[in-house]
């Protein structure tokens, strides 16, 4: 398949000019002493990694952050040359390439430190780390009660000219949720944890533990730096907190298809695998070339909704691996209508929101688990050259 007629067949458009105004909106919500970090893990949550890191660096990101170091290498064998922080290491994973390539490794444990040190002595060459702290979210992040063992070796290893410490961090367990006593609490220990680290010598350059909704809502949780991931995409962290619209916020996905049949049927006509949905009366069906191996979720069959011809339809039966089907209700349509799943809604279509809702679960599944056989199409992308180098390491 060629990507033309890939594009025929469905895409994902997005709107590079939204995600810069997103990265501006972000950016007024914080001080003019703390920083930005654009996470770009997943494949920037499924848009499409190295245009979306340019283009946040393009807005003020003066971080890039990733899960996995493969990531975080792809974006330098790209080209860019910005800070980049990458958090999700394991045994044996590619230290010394990371120090190489002037990485911001982030250390949760010994085992860690142990490799990280390793490979500096190989490279010759000190690893910028980044210690994570456990504040409460129970996940990645060394507890408290081995902090002080961690922050020893870690300063041993400093002195020793084999790592920088660079940032003391830590994640929230539930800033989505209004008002809940983890916050507050996590924010107590991580007062603990930096004021012990500071006190036995590091000097950090970044403290930082705010995500996309704390830096939305909970401010003293700013620091020197903000991770902002979902919202920088124009999506809400999280319903409760309020709409993109409250933020200042505008999707940047919007996924489309060609109807690729239409056709009549009686009424009784059983429709998808295990005939779930029957048609009530005599209507037209129409055929969309998306399935859950695009990341249409099959928990949305006979929910998820659909603009097609000026109306909203349903997912009519199960959705099937390439493909669904949605109950016209006897309109006419042609082969080769758009069909919107989602977008910014400003022409009635849903919105991810929407497609969260009818398969139960966050938006963030939603952009993320969109397929690779999806093509992406950049709107706005600017030259390469340029912004993405005006952001060096330091």
């Known amino acids: 398949?060629?990507?033309?007629?890939?594009?025929?067949?469905?895409?994902?458009?997005?709107?590079?000019?939204?995600?810069?105004?997103?990265?501006?909106?972000?950016?007024?919500?914080?001080?003019p002493g703390t920083a930005l970090m654009g996470v770009v893990k997943s494949d920037a949550y499924g848009h499409g990694m190295v245009p979306v890191a340019r283009a946040a660096l393009?807005?003020?990101?003066?971080?890039?952050?990733?899960?996995?170091?493969?990531?975080?290498?792809?974006?330098?064998?790209?080209?860019?040359?910005?800070?980049?922080?990458?958090?999700?290491?394991?045994?044996?994973?590619?230290?010394?390439?990371?120090?190489?390539?002037?990485?911001?490794?982030?250390?949760?444990?010994?085992?860690a430190l142990r490799e990280v040190v390793a490979a500096a002595r190989e490279a010759h060459r000190p690893a910028r780390i980044q210690l994570k702290a456990d504040t409460g979210l129970g996940r990645n992040g060394c507890q408290p009660a081995d902090w002080p063992a961690l922050v020893a070796a870690a300063l041993a290893a400093q002195d020793a000219g084999e790592v920088t410490v660079t940032g003391l961090w830590s994640h929230f367990a539930c800033a989505d949720e209004p008002g809940h006593p983890s916050i507050a609490a996590q924010l107590d220990v991580f007062h603990e944890m930096l004021a012990y680290a500071e006190k036995q010598g590091v000097e950090p350059e970044v403290r930082h533990i705010a995500n996309s909704p704390a830096t939305l809502t909970v401010a003293e949780s700013?620091?020197?730096?903000?991770?902002?991931?979902?919202?920088?995409?124009?999506?809400?962290?999280?319903?409760?907190?309020?709409?993109?619209?409250?933020?200042?916020?505008?999707?940047?996905?919007?996924?489309?298809?060609?109807?690729?049949?239409?056709?009549?049927?009686?009424?009784?006509?059983?429709?998808?695998?295990?005939?779930?949905?029957?048609?009530?009366?005599?209507?037209?069906?129409?055929?969309?070339?998306?399935?859950?191996?695009?990341?249409?979720?099959?928990?949305?069959?006979?929910?998820?909704?659909?603009?097609v011809g000026g109306a909203w339809r349903r997912v009519a039966g199960r959705v099937a691996m390439d493909q669904f089907v949605v109950d016209l209700s006897g309109d006419t349509v042609e082969p080769g209508t758009t069909a919107v799943l989602f977008g910014p809604g400003d022409h009635g279509e849903p919105t991810v929101e929407d497609w969260a809702e009818a398969a139960d679960t966050i938006a963030y599944e939603i952009v993320t688990r969109i397929g690779a056989r999806v093509p992406r199409v950049h709107l706005g992308e600017r030259p390469e050259a340029g912004p993405a180098e005006d952001h060096q390491p330091g």
């Open 1 to 31: 398949m060629t990507q033309t007629s890939a594009a025929l067949r469905a895409r994902a458009e997005v709107d590079l000019a939204a995600l810069r105004g997103n990265v501006r909106a972000l950016r007024s919500r914080v001080g």
């Open 222 to 307: 700013h620091f020197d730096l903000v991770r902002t991931g979902i919202a920088m995409y124009g999506i809400s962290p999280s319903p409760e907190l309020g709409t993109p619209q409250d933020f200042g916020l505008r999707p940047v996905m919007t996924l489309s298809a060609s109807v690729a049949l239409v056709k009549q049927v009686p009424g009784g006509h059983g429709v998808s695998y295990g005939h779930h949905y029957l048609t009530d009366r005599e209507t037209t069906l129409g055929l969309i070339p998306l399935g859950y191996a695009d990341g249409i979720p099959r928990h949305a069959s006979g929910r998820g909704p659909v603009l």
């Open 58 to 111: 393009e807005a003020g990101a003066t971080w890039l952050g990733t899960a996995t170091p493969q990531e975080a290498l792809a974006l330098r064998a790209a080209g860019i040359t910005s800070r980049v922080m990458c958090w999700l290491w394991t045994p044996g994973d590619p230290w010394r390439e990371g120090i190489e390539a002037d990485l911001d490794m982030s250390v949760s444990g010994m085992w």
